[in-house]
Antibody, heavy 126, light 107 residues
Framework: QLQLQESGPGLVKPSETLSLTCTVS??????????WGWIRQPPGKGPEWIGSISYSGSTYYNPSLKSRVTISVDTSKNQFSLKLSSVTAADTVVYYC??????????????????WGKGTTVTVSS | DIQMTQSPSSLSASVGDRVTITCRASQSISTYLNWYQQKPGKAPKLLIYAASSLQSGVPSRFSGSGSGTDFTLTISSLQPEDFATYYC?????????FGQGTKVEFK
């Protein structure tokens, strides 16, 4: 059974870079059927998609965060990672990684997030 | 960007009730609409994808319908484990936003 697990520092200083890794177990990250995404959720609010990556390295980013976000993939380790730069207190939220199942045509496709990690809380504070 | 609006934001219901949650997109998204359930302290769980397809392992009391801009999640007979917050999400175009959520509470 596929499982995803987020890891990384739970505390980051303001203006520094938040770095998280998602380790995929029970299956391979190397499939064209999936993208691998990062999502975050402030307390009491709906989730916010941050960005996604394919196993080949193709990326999509949320325009609201794009200038600060980098997502990368390491197929040899079955992992993908998130870097969010210049963090502020507003980035103190729960971060999730998830598998995004693609469907439809190559030129236009939809997706749904069918496997999620348990989430990790990151606090931005000095 | 496409905006997703859910209604109501919360509702009170009893075990056995039929519950309907609505999600409206600010422009047509065909059937690129997903529904998730989230319990406190847990990750969201996929219930419905592509507007009406039931995710494997999800009870058949959950169903989804709609296309274009208006969508509905229905729970045919509310069970104790269904008290949670429900989110819609569109996958028609990035940034693939979620709705603000509907909290289903015990009456």
């Amino acid at each position: 059974q596929l499982q995803l697990q987020e890891s990384g520092p739970g505390l980051v200083k303001p203006s520094e870079t938040l770095s998280l890794t998602c380790t995929v177990s029970g299956g391979s990250i190397s499939s064209s059927s999936y993208y691998w995404g990062w999502i975050r959720q402030p307390p009491g609010k709906g989730p916010e998609w941050i960005g996604s990556i394919s196993y080949s390295g193709s990326t999509y980013y949320n325009p609201s965060l794009k200038s600060r976000v980098t997502i990368s993939v390491d197929t040899s380790k079955n992992q993908f990672s998130l870097k969010l730069s210049s963090v502020t207190a507003a980035d103190t939220v729960v971060y999730y990684c998830a598998r995004q199942h693609r469907f439809g045509e190559l030129s236009f496709w939809g997706n749904y997030m069918d496997v999620w990690g348990k989430g990790t809380t990151v606090t931005v504070s000095s | 960007d496409i905006q997703m609006t859910q209604s109501p934001s919360s509702l009170s219901a009893s075990v056995g009730d039929r519950v309907t949650i609505t999600c409206r997109a600010s422009q047509s998204i065909s059937t690129y609409l997903n529904w998730y359930q989230q319990k406190p302290g847990k990750a969201p769980k996929l219930l419905i994808y592509a507007a009406s397809s039931l995710q494997s392992g999800v009870p058949s009391r959950f169903s989804g319908s709609g296309s274009g801009t208006d969508f509905t999640l229905t729970i045919s007979s509310l069970q104790p484990e269904d008290f949670a917050t429900y989110y819609c999400q569109q996958s028609y175009s990035t940034p693939w936003p979620f709705g603000q959520g509907t909290k289903v509470e015990f009456k």
